[in-house]
């Protein structure tokens, strides 16, 4: 029998093992896609307690613990941070198979030095061994960022934010990584949202008066330019289910207007409104020479009740099943008509679109890009073990696995790094595997360059970063 979560947990092969310890561990990480507050990077927060590090704000252990019949009072109420965490370690004692189960271990190894498993009858041994590293050892914001190795952060942020944390951190030449904002417009296109007309005016303020749906995107360009000069690299929209409906310019100005003025919007204008917003901001990424990265395939909020009470990102939202690829390969197409096809990422949160996603963006590289349109890594509800291997294995069967960009967080948490080396552990077994099975020749030196790209030199190009490669 194996030990419990070693230095060799999931690497079952010793050319596995030789591939993570000798090289992927030692990989720097560029975490492209994540929700980290900058301001609290900026003001380099500490934390309190194990509670306000790991538990506030992620909605992954949220959901967990209503599985477990907790009340919400210890997880988004009023109970004490010490009774939060007494409850998560009741939840997460019982989660074999969920990926939590081995993230939350991993971030008590590798941030707390804590290695036993977690147990809700030593919750108060673990609540006094976490909260004594967090007095008496670097664990500030930025210390777990330098401890993890990463060199670039891509944060989520509204056109209408200011990025000025973003610009106090570029200021602090104290801090080497570089933590750069993303441009989401998701609230501009959201036509059916009820605070629409007062998003607009918000945008209005800070850049034109918008009366028009051209006013809007004059507006979103002059922000995508801001959001450049401050080191922007990638635009970010997350879409329920593309659907495509190609409407006039007149229609489109009307629904504009019907938006702006509360009148009702009909799914057929959303859906027109929505296809046109992506092809203009499609103009704007290409102009910007961003990547433009799609979200697609989540039903939102699927418990209004609790939408209304907690608001989103609280862990009520779900994987829709829908017909999106197709929408996906008519938006591609429309990219590629209009000359406007940027570099694209393209994550479902549909396991059963691996397959398509796969084969669909190989009918949009052009020989002059290396994967100009590519499939994102096992996004949200997938990226547990069997989630990656999935995405791993349909990609490699009908792409170039050599040529992902590899992993990112998604995530609020400055402990979910952790998830990089889940991830790495688990594509160096495969690899191993596949070598050691004899489906693959047991060159050294190409198969450690394939790791090394996944994990990192990928991206660097991709990004068109200035970094030095590994």
Not at 250 to 264: R, S, V
Not at 302 to 309: G, H, R
Not at 444 to 464: G, H, L, P, R, S
């Amino acid at each position: 029998m194996k030990a419990f979560m070693d230095q060799n947990f999931l690497l079952k092969t010793k050319t596995a093992q030789v591939l993570y310890h000798e090289i992927a561990e030692h990989c720097p990480i560029i975490d492209y896609h994540c929700h980290i507050p900058p301001q609290e990077i900026a003001e380099n927060r500490t934390f309190e307690n194990i509670t306000q590090v790991w538990l506030a704000k992620d909605h992954y252990k949220w959901r967990l613990m209503r599985a477990n019949g907790i009340d919400e009072s210890y997880i988004t109420g009023s109970a004490s941070d010490y009774d939060k965490f007494v409850k998560w370690c009741e939840t997460i004692e019982k989660c074999i198979g969920n990926p939590l189960y081995h993230w939350s271990h991993l971030e008590l190894q590798r941030y707390f030095d804590y290695h036993q498993p977690i147990k809700k009858e030593d919750a108060e041994m673990i609540w006094n061994h976490c909260n004594e590293k967090l007095m008496h050892t670097p664990m500030s914001a930025r210390d777990l960022i330098l401890k993890s190795n990463v060199k670039i952060i891509c944060t989520t942020d509204d056109p209408i934010d200011s990025l000025e944390y973003h610009q106090a951190i570029a200021n602090d030449k104290t801090f080497t990584p570089s933590v750069l904002p993303t441009f989401r417009p998701d609230r501009a296109m959201n036509i059916l949202a009820k605070d629409y007309a007062d998003y607009i005016n918000s945008l209005s303020s800070i850049t034109i008066p918008i009366k028009t749906y051209d006013d809007l995107m004059k507006s979103l360009a002059s922000r995508a330019q801001y959001f450049k000069e401050q080191g922007c690299l990638l635009s970010d929209h997350g879409i329920d289910e593309i659907k495509i409906i190609q409407a006039s310019d007149e229609e489109i100005e009307e629904i504009f207007q019907h938006a702006i003025t509360t009148k009702p919007i009909t799914e057929k204008m959303f859906y027109q409104f929505q296809t046109r917003f992506l092809l203009d901001i499609a103009k704007i990424v290409s102009h910007c020479k961003w990547v433009m990265q799609l979200h697609y395939g989540c039903i939102r909020d699927a418990n209004t009740k609790m939408f209304e009470q907690l608001g989103k990102d609280s862990g009520y939202d779900c994987v829709m099943n829908s017909q999106s690829t197709n929408g996906l390969s008519e938006l591609l197409n429309l990219f590629l008509q209009q000359d406007t096809l940027p570099k694209t990422i393209v994550y479902s949160l549909n396991p059963n679109d691996n397959a398509a996603i796969t084969t669909l963006v190989g009918c949009f590289n052009d020989g002059h890009v290396v994967n100009r349109v590519q499939q994102g890594s096992a996004w949200w509800f997938n990226d547990h073990k069997q989630g990656m291997i999935d995405q791993l294995t349909t990609l490699a069967s009908g792409n170039i696995l050599t040529n992902f960009i590899g992993m990112l967080t998604d995530s609020r948490s400055f402990l979910s790094y952790c998830r990089h080396e889940y991830f790495r552990r688990i594509l160096c077994n495969l690899l191993g595997t596949w070598i050691e099975d004899g489906e693959y020749p047991d060159d050294k030196e190409f198969i450690q360059n394939c790791v090394k790209a996944i994990c990192y030199n990928n991206a660097v190009d991709y990004f068109n970063l200035d970094l030095e490669k590994i």
